[in-house]
């Protein structure tokens, strides 16, 4: 995406008052409680395990920890996580892990 | 949304995935447009639930990614099937129960008849089965009640309404006959004769020809109605059929006591029951005397039979009736009354209700022993036609 485009695009958005993950290649998520999570936009399963689920977002990651995680589907670009999540740790593109 | 529609039916796979990427193999299916779902860390590796459909497109991917799959559990209606199809023989029992319980119950078992009185079941049986209707027929294969029926009707005469009615597989022919006029009897050709010498006072001839007038004089036997017609050359016998009355004289004989005595029941009675086996009687009941100065005293046996056999044993009633006597007195005119009632209801009772008693006269009459004797002449106006069949040899 050219300079000009992404600034035409935060114009747009900042006029239209559209939702940011419409236009953006930016992830919904969707927390209910701590039982059940559902991520859109997703990029994919980084790490896999019951204790810890990295997911890869269009820029950066998403880091979820907590117990007997598990996920319960994935369709496309829709995943939902089942279990006790205890901790969600949002890391942008700019952010080393 | 857990799983995808109809995954039972579809059928579903559990794997467990092995590898050094399980992640990558999980993105790969993903992008590929696999739908997994409850994917779950197990071991070292991760379990997920796959459509059946999809199980085999995974090849490519995991040779790929460098994973094993292991099959955990099979689900759903397809691997159902194939392990029906390893047992054929009970499978195929199954299925003939069903198919046989079907077959069974569109079927005919019973076929009944009600309301029939004059034509023959065997009948109508047989007139249903020409229409279709009998024991193990196709229910099918059978036509439209409505119109079975009014096939049956237009089929067996003497039918005016017939109703068909299937209930499950039993099927109720109800019938109503339709009212037919009464037969006549047949009759033998015959002569209508004077049963007893008599004077004709009336003749009224249905059929035959009337030989005697009224007012003339018959002796017993006399053809009265004749059932030849024709002269000696053409001659044709009928039935004679006719009303011949006539007067004729009873002479009665009549004694009419004048002392009468008659017992009548009071009401008052005592049972007694007794066990009867073999000669023996035990009374069971009914202990005591009566204290009836008059009574008589009816006995009753219950013996048990088993089939025509008769057992030694059963039940002895005894009733005791009290009875008393009433005596009465008539005087002679009532005595005379009496037996001259007696003998005019005699008159009717033989000779016909119609008869009519035209004149009575006591010839006789004497006192004696307390009795009175009486000679009564009637006269009577009564039928006289007896019928006397024709024999031709």
């Known amino acids: ?97 | 949304m857990k799983e995808p529609p109809l995954s039972s039916l579809r059928g579903f796979v559990t794997l467990h995935v092995t590898g050094p990427a399980v992640e990558k193999f999980i993105n790969a299916v993903t992008e590929a447009g696999i739908v997994i779902w409850e994917v779950k860390p197990a071991g070292n590796g991760a379990s997920l639930n796959l459509l059946l459909d999809d199980f085999f497109s995974l090849r490519p991917l995991l040779k790929k990614t460098g994973c094993r799959v292991h099959v955990t559990a099979r689900s759903g209606l397809p691997f159902r099937l194939a392990r029906l199809w390893r047992r054929k023989l009970f499978a195929g029992g199954i299925l003939l129960f069903g198919v046989m319980l079907l077959l069974f119950c569109s079927m005919v078992w019973t076929v009944r008849i009600e309301g029939n009185q004059r034509i023959a079941s065997d009948d109508l049986l047989a007139a249903a089965r020409q229409e279709g209707i009998y024991p193990f027929q196709w229910i099918w294969r059978m036509d439209e009640p409505d119109k079975l029926s009014k096939r049956l009707t237009s089929r067996i005469p003497g039918l005016s309404w017939v109703g068909v009615e299937r209930t499950g597989t039993s099927i109720t022919i109800q019938v109503v006959e339709a009212d037919q006029p009464e037969k006549r009897p047949l009759l033998s050709q015959r002569h209508l004769v004077s049963r007893t010498d008599a004077v004709v006072t009336g003749i009224y001839a249905e059929q035959g020809r009337p030989v005697v007038g009224i007012n003339s004089r018959v002796k017993k036997g006399q053809i009265l109605i004749s059932g030849a017609l024709g002269d000696e050359e053409n001659i044709e016998y009928v039935v004679a059929k006719g009303e011949v009355k006539g007067l004729v004289w009873h002479e009665y004989n009549i004694e009419v006591p004048l002392k009468t005595t008659s017992s009548s029941y009071t009401g008052e009675r005592k049972d007694r029951t007794y066990l009867v086996i073999g000669d023996w009687a035990v009374q069971l009941w009914g202990y005591g005397k009566s204290g009836f100065s008059k009574s008589r005293t009816l006995t009753e046996n219950n013996m048990l039979s088993w089939r025509s056999l008769q057992l030694p044993l059963g039940v002895m009633t005894e009733k005791e009736l009290e009875i008393s006597y009433a005596s009465s007195v008539k005087t002679e005119e009532e005595a005379r009354e009496e037996g001259i009632a007696r003998a005019k209801s005699d008159i009717l009772a033989r000779y016909g209700t119609d008869s009519t008693i035209k004149s009575q006269k006591i010839l006789h009459e004497k006192k004696d022993n307390g009795k009175v004797y009486m000679k009564v002449l009637f006269e009577v106006e009564e039928r006289i036609a007896e019928e006397l069949p024709i024999v031709n040899n």
């Open chain 1, 1 to 97: 995406m050219t300079r000009i485009g992404r600034r035409l695009r935060g114009w747009t958005n900042g006029v239209l008052d559209l939702p940011q993950d419409v236009l953006q290649e930016l992830p919904r998520i969707t927390l209910i409680g701590n039982k059940e999570l559902y991520i859109e936009n997703h990029r994919g399963v980084l790490h896999f395990s019951s204790g810890q689920l990295t997911i890869a977002l269009a820029q950066g990651s998403l880091e979820i920890s907590g117990q007997e995680l598990m996920i319960r589907n994935i369709l496309g670009q829709e995943l939902a996580v089942e279990g006790i999540i205890g901790e969600i740790r949002y890391k942008g593109s700019e952010e080393k892990p």
